[in-house]
């Protein structure tokens, strides 16, 4: 009995830290936006996957959304759904000069913009950037917009 707890907590252990290691590029290669997510669900304070029966493409990449209501907003107008820095980590630009990856489940909104965060190992333990935001985000969010024209043309 006691092995088939200890073999369950393990695969609990495990499946925790494949979820905590969820760190993605914001277009990956096959052109697939935020992992999949809804940029317009995050408006609604919610990260939700979205489904490839509500599809758009905008430049170059393409965005899944959890409804037809939520694409016929995105394509109307995608810049008030895009999130800030071509999806890379918010934090990472403003604090360390550089393109993170990003959990999509971590963001933020401010000022009607979507900002994503990385959330995942670092170094042994968790780092989750936007712990940092949260505290300092009008600071790193001023560095961030006015470091970005940089960062983005750096490898």
């Keep these: 009995m006691k092995s ?8 609990v252990a495990l499946f925790a830290m494949i979820g905590a290691q969820a760190q993605i590029d914001p277009i990956d ?17 919610a990260a939700q996957k979205g489904s490839k029966s509500y599809m758009a ?4 990449a393409t965005y899944y959304f959890a ?6 907003a995105f ?7 895009l999130p800030q820095f071509d999806g890379y980590c918010a934090w990472g630009v403003a ?3 550089t393109k993170f ?12 913009k979507l900002y994503l965060f990385y959330n995942g190992p670092f170094d042994g333990k968790t780092l989750d950037t ?4 949260g505290q300092r985000t009008t600071e790193l969010k001023k560095a961030a917009h006015a470091k970005w024209a940089k960062v983005k043309n750096s490898k």
Excluded: C, M, Q
């Design 95 to 97: 604090a360390k000069d």
């Design 57 to 60: 493409k905008h430049n170059g």
């Design 130 to 133: 936007s712990l940092d935001w």
């Design 67 to 72: 409804s037809k209501a939520n694409r016929d």
């Design 4 to 11: 088939i707890k200890s073999i369950f907590l393990l695969g």
């Design 75 to 81: 394509t109307k107008a995608p810049s008030n759904y």
């Design 29 to 45: 290669k096959n052109g697939l936006a935020i992992g999949g997510y809804d940029v317009v669900a995050y408006f609604s304070g």
């Design 101 to 112: 990856p990003i959990n999509p489940e971590t963001f933020d909104i401010v000022d009607g």
